[in-house]
């Protein structure tokens, strides 16, 4: 049996009109979820990675304007919503977030309140989404921090976060957002923030947790190593597009975007990269509000092919194994004049 998408995002656009000019910072999106399954997102700073995450929430900054496209969520009794404009407004939006739909981030402030106790923001998730007592809440709330392994649950659950350190209102955060046992999570860069050991820490926590809830996540982060390491797929984003997508293994094994091998190259690996100079990508990531023309990574791309690839956007390419690469030239080989003659 095929695995079963939970999300799908088709062509997703969101723009800003700022006052230096448009910046596309979505444009035409689409990747899917499977049910129980790691998608990680991973691609430099300004990418689109967070901007897409949150427009799947409508969590958009004031000034963002929609561009298009659709989100689609599969919820855990299998109800399918398509989450178009009017809906992701609406109170179908308000059920999911925090319901079927938890989110982390990586300031656990931005979803811990200061000024509330752990356990009165948990209870109170809890009762807006399910018909509980305040003492069945509150218990749900102690069983919630002791399942992020909280160290002294009974205690934390009436303190304060400002009282918490960093890797335990990470704890917080995660307890926040399983309140309700979603089949989805969305991790913006969790464990950026932290320092190794505590992020090691969180990274193990997520992953059991996942696997005993049988829970998606999306995981966002720049960290190739973190990737590798909670991931079961990957889409690559590039300035507002996803350009590759596969498996842990293809991508590390067989990347097909040069973007990919780039950002591969340049990351130290222990024992393979003692005397080697590292690669770096050249040039800078464009000013978003000037995207190159044709393929945006063309001006950075060791195989850009002139008259090609600065004219045209390129095609998704379709592997059998379901690796997709948005490239005129995919591959780990160079050009052949062939193929270029075909694609001008
Ligand atoms: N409120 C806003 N107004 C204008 N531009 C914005 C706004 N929010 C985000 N952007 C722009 O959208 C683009 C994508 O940003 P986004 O935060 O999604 O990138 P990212 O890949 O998540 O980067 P990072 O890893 O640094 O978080 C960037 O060029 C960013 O400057």
């Known amino acids: 049996m095929p695995p079963e998408r939970i999300l799908q995002l088709n062509d997703v656009g969101v723009h800003f009109p700022t006052r230096d000019g448009l910046v596309k910072a979505v444009n035409g999106v689409s990747y899917h979820v499977n049910r129980g399954e790691v998608l990680g997102i991973v691609g430099e700073s300004g990418s689109g990675k967070s901007v897409t995450a949150r427009s799947i929430m409508r969590l958009l900054p004031k000034n963002a304007v929609d561009a298009g496209g659709s989100v689609q969520f599969r919820k855990r009794d299998g109800q399918e919503i398509v989450l178009s404009e009017q809906e992701r407004l609406g109170k179908t939006m308000r059920s999911l977030r925090g319901g079927d739909i938890g989110m982390v981030f990586q300031e656990p402030m931005t979803a811990l309140s200061p000024v509330h106790t752990i356990g009165t923001q948990i209870m109170r998730t809890v009762m807006l989404h399910q018909k509980v007592s305040k003492a069945q809440a509150r218990q749900r709330a102690i069983e919630l921090l002791t399942k992020v392994q909280m160290p002294r649950p009974n205690e934390i659950v009436d303190n304060y976060p400002h009282h918490l350190s960093g890797g335990m209102r990470q704890r917080a955060m995660i307890a926040l957002a399983l309140a309700c046992d979603p089949c ?5 860069e969790p464990t950026t923030a932290l320092d190794v050991t505590t992020e090691a820490q969180i990274l193990e926590l997520l992953k059991s947790l996942q696997q005993e809830m049988d829970m998606a996540i999306v995981f966002i982060t720049h960290n190739f190593g973190v990737v590798a390491d909670i991931a079961d797929r990957i889409a690559v984003m590039y300035l507002g597009r996803v350009v590759e997508t596969g498996t842990v293994d293809e991508i590390f094994y067989e990347p097909k975007h040069p973007y990919t ?5 340049s990351i130290p690996r222990l024992g393979k990269s003692h005397g080697k100079r ?33 004219v045209r956007i390129p095609d998704v390419v379709h592997y059998a194994s379901g690796q997709i690469a948005r490239c005129h030239f995919p591959g780990t080989d160079l050009p052949d004049p062939d193929r270029m003659e075909a694609a001008q």
């Open 184 to 188: 989805l999570l969305i991790a913006d």
């Open 261 to 265: 091998q780039a950002l591969l190259g």
């Open 278 to 310: 590292l690669r770096t990508i050249s040039g800078m990531v464009p000013d978003p509000y000037n995207v190159p023309s044709g393929c945006s990574f063309h001006p950075r791309c060791e195989r850009a092919v002139a008259g090609v690839c600065n």
